[in-house]
């Protein structure tokens, strides 16, 4: 693969690969970081004193509507095109510990997973509703779930990391479990300018979206329709996150993937990530 050094290229190396780490992982040459030319990582203190490459370029990237970027894989940062993301999605939503986030049955043991357990079904319903949703509004949504019931329900420890307000480490546990799952994604990534002269030192903020919402109208993007069949297009294009296999053979096939472009990648290091 050439070389990144533009929000270009990194866009053209993700669609190469179709799922890969931001940053360096247990796989040698597999990621965004190792993949960058001389010069271009992110280093010194921002724009105008250092270089900000993919930590800036990311944004462009995800901008253009068809990456999905979260921390999907191996709970770090990672960007997927439609195409893998669906095999990601197919295996990762048919673990029980994942279909938490839809309310369904799962003895939850640890820490993490009974706040995830109890929070999570909250905080994807108002994800689904507004469509897309900035962390601290999340809190917010996620505070007023809490109710008494659910705090005697969860025990006395649980009460100082939920009250008088979730949280920040808390709530960014439980996105954390929804991009795992797969049933989030970064929406839209915006720069933040400071100071009297607005300058932009690689701070951003970001909001939480749904991956149906994500990639639901690629393939009516795709062509220019007249207004009176939009209707009619939107009935019968194909779902670009539908695929034809088992969750198992999902898992199998990402591996298999990643394997054509790493041969010396261990199968197991995959499977953990995957």
């Known amino acids: 693969m050439e ?4 929000w270009e290229k990194m866009h053209q190396a993700i669609h190469e690969c179709g799922l890969i780490p931001f940053f360096r992982c247990s796989v040698p040459g597999w990621s965004i970081q190792e993949m960058t030319a001389p010069g271009s990582w992110f280093a010194g203190d921002g724009a105008e004193d250092g270089v900000l490459g993919p930590w800036d370029w990311k944004v462009d990237v995800v901008r253009q509507g068809d990456i999905a970027y979260g ?9 997927a095109t ?7 999605m197919n295996w990762r939503r048919s673990l029980p510990r994942y279909r938490m986030a839809e309310g ?3 003895k939850a043991v640890t820490v993490s997973d009974r706040l995830a357990k109890a929070l999570a079904p909250a905080a994807l319903c108002a994800i689904r509703e507004a469509g897309a949703l900035g962390n601290r509004e999340l809190r917010s949504i996620c505070t007023s779930a809490v109710t008494p019931g659910l705090l005697r329900a969860l025990g006395a420890k649980y009460k100082p990391l939920l009250t008088p307000s979730i949280k ?11 991009q795992m799952g797969t049933w989030s994604v970064v929406g839209d990534i915006q720069r933040v300018y400071n100071g ?13 979206t749904t991956p149906e919402a994500m990639f639901g109208s690629l393939e009516t993007e795709a062509v220019d329709i007249p207004s009176w069949a939009a209707r009619f297009e939107s009935e019968t294009a194909s779902d670009p996150l ?10 199998s096939r990402i591996i298999s993937h990643i394997l054509g ?8 290091v995959l499977e953990k990530m995957i």
Not at 82 to 88: D, F, R, S
């Open 82 to 88: 439609a195409e893998w993301y669906a095999h990601l």
């Open 242 to 251: 539908q695929v034809d296999c088992s969750p198992e053979e999902s898992r």
């Open 196 to 208: 009297p002269s607005l300058t932009y030192k690689g701070w951003q903020i970001s909001s939480n």
């Open 168 to 178: 920040k480490n808390i709530m960014e546990s439980v996105m954390l479990y929804l």
């Open 71 to 79: 921390k999907f894989l191996g709970c770090k940062a990672a960007f």
């Open 261 to 268: 472009f790493f041969h010396d990648a261990d199968p197991k």
């Open 3 to 6: 070389r990144i050094d533009s």
């Open 104 to 106: 369904e049955r799962f």
